[in-house]
């Protein structure tokens, strides 16, 4: 229960300067204390690599020093967000997704160099690992977003079309994945007929639970954690996504309600993925506050 004369926005504040890390403290003040964008970019620079790649557990369940797919996915779209996704430190980005790609040009979720390391149990390393569109997806569209040029992009993008379009099943993360690629694609018509199918898919495979208080009613994809439901707003962030035509005008009001009503009396949103080991889901609901918040914002709640 909240307490008297607290908002969401206060309440979430303490939270952050009571649990999080150094790089979602630089977030969060840059996002609703008027934050500089320079103090955001010298934490995140503690996770980068001389590979040019993010290690260093910049997603909490991949743990250990090495650069990853994942982890570099997960700086761009802070650089993306802070307006700082171009210059030198994204041409050494791209060096380095040159360097782990695959034999067709896109990114393994997992880079075998992970082996040796601790990380979550559903995370496998193997020597070849495939392509894989949720490591790729958002890479490609934060830097499509910002307009960056570079040889690496021309084959990752056909990837990510001839992914999307050839979906027959699929299961949250990656539609996720697929949103930030077509969210910034530059054929826009070609990517509203994609997402108006992955909605499709959505839809009925019963991913997203468009009635809270019915969410046992919903898919839990297989090999997630009981009780890992995602709601319209893990889909549709912001109105102008592509996703937010997915959804009826009355399906996202009971969303954003529930989004707001799982904000714990501690001020964070919790995590709903499996927890494997001890400290990944105190690092991790930081960030998932801060993007929780967001959200609200984006459709006009009052924080």
């Given at each position: 229960m909240a307490l008297p004369g607290t908002t969401v926005l206060s309440r979430a504040e303490r939270f952050v300067w009571l649990t999080?890390?150094?790089?979602?403290?630089?977030?969060?003040?840059f996002h609703f204390l008027d934050g500089s964008p320079d103090a955001v970019e010298m934490a995140l620079t503690a996770y980068r690599n001389p590979d040019g790649g993010y290690g260093h557990a910049l997603e909490p369940d991949l743990r250990g020093p090495v650069s990853q797919p994942l982890?570099?996915?997960?700086?761009?779209?802070?650089?993306?967000?802070?307006?700082r996704?171009?210059?030198?430190?994204?041409?050494?980005?791209?060096?380095?997704?040159?360097?782990?790609?695959?034999?067709?040009?896109?990114?393994?979720?997992?880079?075998?160099?992970?082996?040796?390391?601790?990380?979550a149990p559903w995370i496998p390393v193997v020597?070849?690992?495939?392509?894989?569109?949720?490591?790729?997806?958002?890479?490609?569209?934060?830097?499509?977003?910002?307009?960056?040029?570079?040889?690496w992009l021309f084959r990752a993008t056909?990837?990510?079309?001839?992914?999307?379009?050839?979906?027959?099943?699929?299961?949250?993360?990656?539609?996720h994945a697929a949103l930030a690629f077509l969210d910034s694609a530059a054929d826009?018509?070609?990517?509203?007929?994609?997402?108006?199918?992955?909605g499709?898919?959505?839809?009925?495979?019963?991913?997203?639970?468009?009635?809270?208080?019915?969410?046992a009613e919903f898919a839990v994809a297989e090999g997630y954690a009981p009780g890992e439901f995602h709601y319209?707003?893990?889909?549709?962030?912001?109105?102008?996504?592509?996703?937010?035509?997915?959804?009826?005008?009355d399906e996202m009001e009971r969303g954003l309600d529930a989004l707001e009503a799982r904000q714990r009396e501690d001020g964070g949103w919790p995590v709903n993925w499996r927890e494997w080991a001890p400290g990944t889901a105190l690092e991790s609901r930081p960030g998932v506050t801060v993007e929780a918040l967001l959200t609200l914002r984006a459709f006009g709640r009052r924080l």
């Amino acid at each position: 229960m909240a307490l008297p004369g607290t908002t969401v926005l206060s309440r979430a504040e303490r939270f952050v300067w009571l649990t999080a890390r150094v790089l979602e403290q630089r977030r969060f003040e840059f996002h609703f204390l008027d934050g500089s964008p320079d103090a955001v970019e010298m934490a995140l620079t503690a996770y980068r690599n001389p590979d040019g790649g993010y290690g260093h557990a910049l997603e909490p369940d991949l743990r250990g020093p090495v650069s990853q797919p994942l982890h570099t996915a997960a700086a761009l779209r802070v650089l993306d967000v802070i307006g700082r996704c171009g210059g030198r430190r994204v041409e050494q980005i791209c060096r380095y997704l040159t360097d782990v790609s695959t034999a067709d040009g896109a990114l393994p979720a997992v880079h075998p160099s992970l082996r040796g390391y601790p990380a979550a149990p559903w995370i496998p390393v193997v020597d070849d690992p495939p392509s894989d569109l949720l490591a790729t997806g958002p890479v490609v569209g934060a830097l499509q977003r910002n307009d960056v040029w570079h040889a690496w992009l021309f084959r990752a993008t056909d990837f990510c079309w001839s992914a999307i379009e050839s979906l027959e099943r699929t299961h949250p993360y990656e539609v996720h994945a697929a949103l930030a690629f077509l969210d910034s694609a530059a054929d826009r018509g070609r990517a509203e007929a994609a997402a108006d199918r992955l909605g499709s898919l959505v839809r009925a495979q019963g991913l997203a639970v468009t009635d809270p208080e019915r969410e046992a009613e919903f898919a839990v994809a297989e090999g997630y954690a009981p009780g890992e439901f995602h709601y319209v707003t893990d889909f549709a962030r912001t109105p102008g996504s592509l996703a937010r035509r997915w959804f009826t005008e009355d399906e996202m009001e009971r969303g954003l309600d529930a989004l707001e009503a799982r904000q714990r009396e501690d001020g964070g949103w919790p995590v709903n993925w499996r927890e494997w080991a001890p400290g990944t889901a105190l690092e991790s609901r930081p960030g998932v506050t801060v993007e929780a918040l967001l959200t609200l914002r984006a459709f006009g709640r009052r924080l």
